[in-house]
């Protein structure tokens, strides 16, 4: 028999894990969903810290008596949870985090809310006590509330408390005894987290993920939204059992096979010259006159110290080289955008790069497109909003076009959806892939609608078959003439 202790997210109490428990015990196990204390209102509650439920958590421990316990967490609870964890080691068999990270030593739970608003409070107001819990039409800043029906969210705001500030400003002292604590993490694909997105990270040599691939870290995926307690009840109480007896997918660790991204261009343009400025790389075109340019914009997070930077590999390189085959200036870059508070910084390497590019003697400065990838779809935000006369055409490639749910971002100015209509006269081409991230392709879902409701023409290139980043990975008739179809497209557009 497995005990699982589960510890709920902010706002929330052991009744968001009603129908999981009952699912858990259906098959003999022990469930105990934790109400933590102190959210009850009064001076008491507002005293309530992160030590004190980490102390709700250990105490609960101690009190089933058993050496065989699974600390199941959602979204803030990872905190009271690895807390517990560090205190009692010998008594955890595993610990799951249910589509959260596993919490940094010594990082308040503050510095991971969802809630970009709630950061901002919590630091600028310190004489606040108690954070608010949303409406119903508010709780998908904290998370994607795919799967859930409105009477739900309803009953979520009806049941909901307040979360003592202290709770979540309060850093987590570990000892480093949760180290060795086997670990599976639950992810919420319409969330915004996949195996593959993170399968994708992992190889791309972020030094911060490589603890993943142990074979002590399992994963599970459900297609939902970030309360799957609620949405999925009978799926999670099955994917937390088999968690506990260590099943689970497990990272790739093999270091043998090339990385997706470091694989060659689905294409084979001929090989023309380059040449470098600063972070731009300019594919030249066999013409001695100015000549349009077409900028590549990668996406990311990309790793501060990966080797070789975007502007190098093959993809890149490879559309770079094509658009100079063509007669236009194929043009890459490197931006900074290393983690997702970097969009700032940037965009405005992006704006640093176009002006490089503008003022090369072989590019026509009056006609230039952007072309943007991945999470790099959100950079065309700028451009789109405020378009100069000589940005011709904005393209994008299986992008991001509003940020994803569990990103942080909800009032980010990096929208592309908020600045379509300024687009109107502004062609836009954008290259869609079937086999997208599910969290992603809703977000070209909704900006094609948007579109569509403005009057403003898309030309979409759909290629059905295909993975996101499928330069690299599908060689195939098909992905081969869409890249083709889509840069004649975007070339059409800047010598128009």
Request: glycine share 8%.
């Amino acid at each position: 028999m497995t005990v699982f202790i589960l510890v709920p997210g902010i706002f929330t109490g052991g009744w968001v894990w009603d129908e999981v428990a009952e699912g858990i015990r259906e098959f003999g196990d022990e469930a105990y969903p934790v109400t933590p204390s102190g959210t009850s209102g009064g001076e008491a509650g507002a005293a309530t810290d992160l030590e004190t439920h980490i102390q709700d958590v250990v105490h609960l421990i101690d009190r089933v008596a058993a050496q065989d316990v699974v600390l199941v967490a959602h979204g803030y609870g990872v905190h009271p949870a690895f807390g517990a964890a560090d205190r009692r080691p010998e008594r955890i068999r595993r610990i799951v985090c249910l589509d959260t990270n596993v919490p940094a030593p010594g990082a308040p739970a503050l510095a991971t809310a969802a809630d970009p608003a709630i950061r901002d409070r919590a630091v600028g107001a310190p004489e606040e006590k108690w954070v608010d819990p949303p409406a119903p039409e508010g709780w998908q800043r904290w998370g994607s509330t795919a799967g859930l029906s409105a009477e739900q969210l309803d009953r979520m705001s009806r049941l909901a408390v307040p979360q003592p500030v202290r709770t979540l400003t309060q850093p987590l002292a570990l000892s480093g005894a949760t180290a060795r604590i086997p670990t599976t993490g639950v992810l919420c694909a319409a969330n915004g987290s996949t195996i593959a997105l993170v399968q994708s990270l992992v190889r791309l040599g972020d030094p911060r993920l490589q603890a993943l691939v142990d074979p002590n870290v399992t994963f599970f995926e459900l297609p939902t939204g970030h309360w799957p307690m609620l949405s999925m009840p009978g799926e999670l109480a099955g994917a937390l059992r088999r968690a506990a007896a260590g099943e689970g997918h497990r990272l790739d660790a093999s270091t043998d096979e090339q990385p997706p991204h470091l694989r060659p261009f689905l294409m084979h343009p001929p090989e023309v010259p380059r040449e470098r400025v600063r972070h731009v790389d300019l594919y030249l075109p066999d013409s001695e006159k100015p000549c349009p340019a077409v900028v590549f914009v990668h996406g990311g997070p990309v790793p501060e110290n990966a080797l070789p930077t975007p502007r190098d590999w093959p993809a890149f390189a490879g559309y770079g080289r094509y658009a100079a085959s063509l007669g236009a200036v194929g043009v890459t870059l490197d931006h900074g955008l290393h983690d997702l508070a970097d969009y700032d910084r940037a965009a405005a390497d992006v704006a640093d790069a176009v002006g490089l590019v503008r003022a090369h003697p072989r590019v026509d400065a009056e006609r230039v497109a952007l072309w943007f990838f991945s999470a790099g779809g959100l950079l065309a935000t700028d451009w789109l909003a405020t378009p100069p006369p000589w940005l011709r055409c904005v393209a994008a490639t299986y992008p991001v076009l509003a940020p994803l749910p569990n990103w942080g971002l909800a009032d980010s100015r990096f929208r592309p959806v908020d600045a379509l209509g300024a687009a109107e006269r502004l062609p836009i081409v954008v290259t869609r892939v079937g086999r997208e991230h599910p969290a992603i392709a809703a977000t070209v879902d909704g900006f094609l609608a948007v579109a569509t409701e403005r009057g403003v023409a898309v030309e979409v290139v759909d290629v059905p078959s295909a993975h996101h980043g499928f330069e690299s990975i599908d060689h195939t008739a098909e992905a081969r003439d869409a890249v083709a179809r889509a840069v004649r497209s975007v070339l059409a557009h800047v010598r128009d």
